[in-house]
């Protein structure tokens, strides 16, 4: 699987974003798939994940209830909508993709695929 992230850029606080990634290779219609951060100095981090059929959601404390995940089976592409983005959240954004689907796979956060990181930067 080959996962290709977009979107990223330089915003102000309290401005919003939306990231995509679209996947290629194989379908992903059967897989979870999610989203990671890492900023500079710090490891990479879990964002948000969502389960195969969109029907499960999981969200890092950090990020909950301004972040939206949501997916597209047909068009094997998933994004993060962004909103009252905070400095705080400027980091490279990689989107993953499970060998799995389910809620067990999606509790525990695994994801075997990854893509190229896009930017988020967040002015004060």
């Known amino acids: 699987v080959q996962l290709q992230a977009s979107g990223g850029g330089l915003v102000q606080a309290g401005d919003s974003l939306r990231l995509s990634c679209a996947a290629s290779?194989?379908?992903?219609?059967?897989?979870?798939m999610g989203w990671f951060r890492q900023a500079p100095g710090k490891e990479r981090e879990f964002v948000a994940g969502i389960n195969w059929d969109g029907g499960s959601t999981d969200y890092a404390d950090s990020i909950k209830g301004r972040f939206t995940i949501s997916r597209d089976n047909a068009k094997n592409t998933q994004w993060l909508q962004m909103n009252s983005l905070k400095p705080e959240d400027t980091a490279v954004y990689y989107c993953a993709a499970s060998r799995y689907g389910g809620t067990y796979w999606l509790n525990n956060r695994k994801y075997d695929y990854w893509g190229q990181g896009t930017l988020v930067t967040v002015s004060s």
């Open positions: 290779g194989r379908t992903v219609s059967s897989s979870n």
